[in-house]
C-alpha cells in the first residue's frame, strides 16, 4: 500500500515517451503507485513491453500509438483517453524530438521550425488537451519535461535545441498562472544527461563527451531513467500540492557547480 500522501490509486494518468527511457520509467512509478495508465509513443513493441510490466503491477495500462510532434495524432489521442477513462489526473509531458543542428550561423529554418514543432507545439498541444479535461474536473498535475538547456547554454549545435526548451520552461511558467486558480498545476523537470540510446550513440561517436558531460556532474555519474521516479510521483501526487510553476533541475549537481569550480573527493 502506497504512503497515502503519494497514493495514485483511483487517478488515470497519460504519459507520452513512454517506451522506453524516462516515460517508461515515470509511466512504471505512477502505476507503482496506484495509478492507471494510457501510454503513448511512436514505438508499438516498445509501448507494448511497458503495458505489459505495468499490467504486471496489476495496474490498468492503455497503448496508444502517437506521433506527438502532429496535433491530429495528439487530438486523437485524447479521443481514446475519452473512450476507456472519461478523464485524466496527470499528464507525464515526455516525448519530443531534438534535432542537433549545424552551427548557428549555418542552421537552416526548415530544421529550426522542425525542432519547435516537435518540442514546443507538440508539448504544448498535450498541456492544452489535458488541461482542458483538467479545468472541468477542477484538479491535475502536469509534468512537462524540459531540459538545463531551458535556463542554461549547452553550445556543440543546441540552439534551436536550447531554443525550444526555453520555450517549454516559459510555457510552464504561463500555464501554472493561468491554472492555478482552477485546480491544476503545472511543472517541468530539467535532466541533465540522461543514459538513453540516443546518448549511447553520441558517446560511442565522440568517446571524450562523457568525461566532459561528468566533469561537470558532482555526483559523479550519468543520469539513468530510473532517476526520475520519485520527482515524478512527488509531482503528480497530493505531496506537492502547494508546488506549481516550478522549475525543478535533475542533474547530479550540475547547475551547482561553478564553470571554474572542482569536485571535492
Same mark, same amino acid.
Given at each position: 500500500m502506497p504512503d497515502p500522501l503519494f497514493d495514485l490509486s483511483g487517478r488515470v494518468a497519460l504519459v507520452s515517451g513512454s517506451a522506453s527511457g524516462l516515460g517508461r520509467a515515470m509511466a512504471l512509478a505512477f502505476a507503482q503507485y496506484g495509478a492507471d495508465i494510457v501510454l503513448a509513443?511512436?514505438?508499438?513493441?516498445? %509501448?507494448?513491453?511497458?503495458?505489459?510490466? !505495468?499490467?504486471? %503491477?496489476?495496474?490498468?495500462?492503455?497503448? &496508444?500509438?502517437?506521433? &506527438?510532434?502532429?496535433?491530429?495524432?495528439?487530438?486523437? %489521442?485524447? #479521443? *481514446? %483517453?475519452?473512450?476507456?477513462?472519461?478523464? !485524466?489526473?496527470? =499528464?507525464?509531458?515526455?516525448?519530443?524530438?531534438? $534535432?542537433?543542428? +549545424?552551427?548557428?550561423e549555418d542552421i537552416s529554418t526548415d530544421v529550426v521550425k522542425q525542432v519547435l514543432q516537435n518540442l514546443v507545439v507538440g508539448r504544448f498541444v498535450m498541456c492544452q488537451e489535458a488541461g482542458k479535461r483538467m479545468l472541468a474536473a477542477g484538479r491535475g498535475s502536469i509534468i512537462n519535461i524540459g531540459s538545463l538547456a531551458s535556463i542554461s547554454g549547452l553550445g556543440r549545435g543546441h540552439v534551436a535545441y536550447s531554443m525550444a526548451m526555453g520555450a517549454v520552461a516559459q510555457m510552464t511558467r504561463e500555464l501554472s498562472i493561468e491554472w492555478a486558480r482552477r485546480g491544476v498545476r503545472v511543472n517541468a523537470i530539467l535532466p541533465a544527461q540522461v543514459t538513453n540510446p540516443n546518448l549511447v550513440e553520441r558517446i560511442a561517436a565522440n568517446p571524450a563527451m562523457k568525461d566532459k558531460w561528468l566533469s561537470g556532474i558532482p555526483l559523479g555519474r550519468l543520469g539513468e531513467p530510473?532517476? !526520475? *521516479?520519485? =520527482?515524478?510521483?512527488?509531482? #503528480?501526487?497530493?505531496?506537492?500540492?502547494? $508546488?506549481?510553476?516550478?522549475?525543478? +533541475?535533475?542533474?547530479?549537481?550540475?547547475? #551547482?557547480?561553478?564553470?571554474?569550480?572542482? $569536485?571535492?573527493?
Open positions: 509513443d511512436r514505438n508499438t513493441a516498445g %509501448l507494448e513491453s511497458t503495458a505489459t510490466a !505495468i499490467t504486471a %503491477l496489476g495496474r490498468r495500462a492503455v497503448p &496508444v500509438t502517437c506521433n &506527438v510532434s502532429d496535433e491530429a495524432s495528439i487530438r486523437s %489521442l485524447f #479521443a *481514446q %483517453l475519452d473512450r476507456e477513462f472519461g478523464r !485524466i489526473d496527470v =499528464l507525464g509531458n515526455v516525448a519530443g524530438d531534438g $534535432i542537433m543542428g +549545424p552551427r548557428p530510473n532517476d !526520475i *521516479q520519485g =520527482l515524478a510521483v512527488f509531482l #503528480a501526487s497530493d505531496a506537492s500540492s502547494w $508546488i506549481t510553476g516550478a522549475l525543478i +533541475p535533475m542533474d547530479g549537481g550540475n547547475l #551547482a557547480m561553478n564553470a571554474g569550480g572542482t $569536485i571535492g573527493t
